[in-house]
């Protein structure tokens, strides 16, 4: 038959309840730094080029083409790395890493995995977010769509049927263009017909292309990087144009796509719930690992 609870009996239940409630969360903290001091790490030592020092570290091909994608919205491998940069690999041995951290100097970029709800796994900054941004979806602001991405056009000018893999958007000359998404500016010229274009890279797979522009914005010039929504040229119609628009172009991994129907990069984000975890998480590894 149990006892009748009483007041002082209950106040002797509820103070081991509270010394165990505090030992769980030490216990927490306890396995929290213990895991992340059980990872392993590897480091690339920049000496002459990422694949070239990732081998001489025996970081495999698969790492080094992840350090890429990830990478690349944020550092231009051909003209960013310098001898002396370090990228650390954080993690076990034959896993995903846990996260990767770049130094050159005084910058640092530092990602760390979070794998979502349905079993994916992405890398985040210690904010949450992905590297890559989402893009614009019309970099101008247009009167109409005067040509659409199609596989064959009556070009007004050589008046023959020819593939249109771009979208003109008529606008008033002088508009503001601007760059889709975060890049660096690969070309800045004249360029035959299209007239003054602009090329932006952005990360390592996708290419935008701005075309027929009256002029360059003040500043630009090949390997600049330029962030998404800045004003990089005007509207025209320098080349091979009938009117003031602008031709733009979408190319992923070198092949042109279409940019109204294209699935375009979306920054993603840790969720809610579980951001306060993942950045405690980021920190004790940045802590453990400079």
């Known amino acids: 038959m149990p006892l009748p609870t009483t007041k002082r009996h209950a106040k002797r239940h509820l103070m081991p309840f509270n010394i165990m409630r505090k030992y769980l969360l030490f216990l927490l903290a306890t396995l929290l730094f213990s895991s992340v001091n059980a990872f ?39 003209r960013d790395l310098r001898r002396g940069d370090r990228f650390i690999i954080i993690g076990n041995k034959g896993a995903a890493p846990k996260a990767i951290i770049y130094n050159s100097g005084k910058k640092r970029v530092a990602v760390f995995s979070y794998v979502d709800k349905f079993g994916r796994l992405n890398y985040y900054a210690i904010n949450g977010k992905t590297l890559y941004p989402s893009f614009l979806r019309n970099p101008v602001k247009y009167r109409r769509i005067s040509s659409k991405f199609q596989r064959k056009r009556f070009h007004p000018i050589l008046k023959t049927w020819l593939p249109h893999r771009a979208v003109d958007y008529a606008a008033n000359k002088g508009s ?5 998404a975060d890049g660096v500016v690969e070309k800045r010229k004249y360029i035959g017909a299209l007239g003054n274009a602009i090329y932006l890279k952005h990360g390592a797979n996708y290419v935008s292309v701005y075309a027929h522009l009256l002029r360059f914005a003040r500043g630009l010039r090949v390997g600049k990087k330029v962030k998404k929504g800045q004003v990089i040229g005007l509207v025209g119609s320098t080349g091979r144009s009938t009117g003031s628009h602008l031709h733009y172009e979408l190319r992923y991994k070198g092949k042109r796509k279409n940019p109204l129907t294209w699935h375009l990069p979306k920054q993603k984000r840790v969720p809610a719930p579980d951001l306060r975890r993942f950045q405690s998480q980021a920190r004790e590894i940045l802590r453990n690992f400079r």
Not at 47 to 66: F, M, N
Not at 176 to 180: H, I, N
């Open 40 to 78: 392993d790490s590897k480091s690339i030592n920049i000496t002459r080029s990422l694949a070239y020092d990732a081998k001489k570290s025996g970081i495999s091909p698969q790492i080094v083409k992840e350090i890429v994608r990830i990478f690349s919205w944020k550092i231009d491998f051909s």
């Open 176 to 180: 503001k263009v601007y760059a889709s």
